[in-house]
């Protein structure tokens, strides 16, 4: 079992930055492949971006350039640098993790991942 809290969100403006964290808790994180996913209010949970077990990442077209996502399997966490922040951002962020017996390869479906947090609240306004 893993257990995952999001938090890091927040209001802020148009351009303006966030740093999402997650915190996961329960065996071998380092195995598992982890993403990020967002849900905007009315439409269908959305691939934001993911880092794999040997720390390779892929990002959603929005998101390359602009978001970054990194691991620190000492502390159990993976986090989710946001830049250049546009309306169109504003969702719930989910913190998502893998079996630690998933493939290496890039997992951007959320059927694809077995543990999820509660989400954290990310507004930016114009």
């Known amino acids: 079992q893993v257990q995952l809290a999001e938090s890091g969100g927040g209001l802020v403006q148009a351009g303006g930055s966030l740093r999402l964290s997650c915190a996961a808790s329960?065996?071998?994180?380092?195995?598992?492949?982890m993403g990020w996913f967002r849900q905007a209010t009315g439409k269908e949970r959305q691939f934001v971006a993911c880092?794999?077990?040997?720390?390779?990442?892929k990002y959603e077209d929005t998101a390359r350039g602009r978001f970054t996502i990194s691991r620190d399997d000492a502390a159990n966490r993976v986090y989710l640098q946001m830049n250049n922040l546009t309306p169109e951002d504003t969702a719930v962020y989910y913190c998502?993790?893998?079996?630690?017996?998933?493939?290496?390869?890039?997992?951007?479906?959320?059927?694809?991942?077995?543990?999820w947090g509660q989400g954290t609240q990310v507004t930016v306004s114009s």
């Open positions: 998502a993790a893998t079996e630690i017996f998933s493939t290496n390869s890039f997992k951007t479906n959320h059927g694809e991942y077995n543990y």
């Open positions: 329960g065996r071998a994180f380092s195995s598992r492949q």
């Open positions: 880092i794999t077990k040997t720390s390779s990442t």
